[in-house]
């Protein structure tokens, strides 16, 4: 059985950690003729009531929001460009909400064959205090994923 992806979603913060998945991406998305790759990003919602003690209006917290989504646009184009660049045919797309749940259920409607994410590749108490969207998401969706290790990574438990 021969296969083949049609889409693949990728997962981009923003970080440089993210971005050592694009090689990756790249390869896969020429070798195996991918007819759509999509660079996703997740704003969780800024709620903020009090910052510095002084009180927040809604009309501020709303400005912050529609700002983190425009510089998520901003940040995704820029990337979007260099793949595009290479011949790879690329969408973006800005979600928001709480990062984890709202990417595994995007992608569980996305009709993805393929999600490629970076990970830290953390174990132990590192892992869980600071958590892992990519192991969530390996949870969490029967998509396939492909998950890259950071650059540097030290191997052990």
């Not at 990417?103 to 994410?117: E, M, N, P, R, T």
């Not at 205090?129 to 438990?157: E, Y």
């Amino acid at each position: 059985m021969a296969i083949s992806y049609q889409k693949i979603i990728v997962p981009m913060d923003g970080s440089q950690l993210a971005e050592c998945v694009l090689p990756h991406v790249e390869a896969i998305a020429l070798a195996c003729q991918v007819g759509a790759v999509e660079l996703v990003r997740v704003v969780p919602l800024v709620e903020l009531h009090i910052k510095g003690g002084m009180p927040v209006s809604d009309s501020q917290e709303k400005e912050l929001n529609e700002e983190a989504v425009e510089e998520a646009k901003t940040y995704l184009n820029k990337v979007k460009k260099i793949l595009a660049k290479k011949g790879i045919p690329v969408t973006t797309k800005v979600l928001t909400g709480p990062t984890a749940k709202v990417l595994a259920d995007y992608i569980d409607k996305s009709g993805a064959d393929l999600v490629i994410i970076s990970t830290h590749g953390r174990s132990g108490p590192s892992r869980w205090v600071w958590g892992s969207i990519a192991d969530r998401l390996l949870h969490s969706t029967c998509t396939p994923i492909l998950m890259i290790r950071a650059p540097g990574c030290i191997p052990g438990l």
